[in-house]
């Protein structure tokens, strides 16, 4: 069966301090693979989706960005970070041609 | 445009039904999810329907859609403490061989034992 696996599950930054989350997938080949972040008392934003290693497309024009090195494999990071990057962020996966995407634990990121 | 609206708050008592509505914009949606996200966790895909069927049903679950007021509906049956949670309408375009999910800004359920 397929698995979703976030790290860490919190981290609390500095302003200005670089990022970097990390999600794999598991039991799953070439799947595509998103990262949202949800902000407090909001819904979920879609960040970047990638069908592909090394194909990264972004949603909105942001303080972060994504890279996806290995099939299974989707970081998101910055080099600096802003108060404004404070959320939950959740990485996803869908199996290609199947409509649904499932969802990892996701990381709560509290930026002082 | 893609436009998802859910009310942001629903209080039902344990054992009653809940019943929890969603409206969305875009006509070209082929698919409508319900989510549920717990406490401090990732979201967990409660049930799906594909937009040429009316109804869903799924054990205590039942899933209602009208395209053409484009209104979903999740209807929990027998209503427990444990789903007290935030729940999450979605939908689902095809966009240039690309799959785009636009997702409500979620229903807090709070189950009053």
């Known amino acids: 069966s397929q698995t979703i696996h976030q790290w860490p599950a919190t981290l609390v930054q500095p302003v200005g301090s670089p990022l970097s989350l990390e999600c794999t997938v598991e039991g799953t080949s070439n799947p595509n693979l998103y990262w949202y972040r949800q902000a407090a008392g909001r819904g979920l934003q879609l960040l970047f989706y990638s069908v592909g290693i090394g194909q990264i497309s972004s949603e909105v024009p942001q303080n972060l960005s994504a890279s996806r090195p290995q099939d299974r494999q989707f970081i998101l990071s910055s080099k600096k970070l802003l108060l404004s990057d404070s959320g939950f962020y959740l990485c996803a996966w869908r199996e290609r041609g199947v409509e649904t995407q499932y969802f990892g634990p996701g990381t709560r990121l509290l930026v002082l | 445009g893609e436009d998802v609206e859910q009310s942001l708050f629903l209080s039902v008592r344990e054992g009653d039904s809940s019943v929890i509505n969603c409206t969305y914009t875009?006509?070209?949606?082929?698919?409508l999810y319900w989510y549920k996200q717990e406490p401090g966790a990732g979201l967990q895909l409660l049930t799906y329907?594909?937009?040429?069927?009316d109804m869903k049903q799924d054990q205590r679950l039942t899933v209602l859609l009208n395209k053409k007021d484009k209104h979903l509906s999740l209807r929990i049956a027998d209503t427990q403490t444990g789903d007290s949670a935030i729940y999450f309408c979605?939908?689902?375009?095809?966009?240039?061989?690309?799959?785009?999910?636009?997702f409500g800004i979620g229903t807090k359920l709070q189950v009053i034992p």
């Open positions: 979605a939908e689902s375009i095809q966009s240039g061989g690309y799959q785009k999910v636009t």
């Open positions: 875009d006509s070209s949606s082929t698919y």
């Open positions: 329907i594909f937009s040429n069927m």
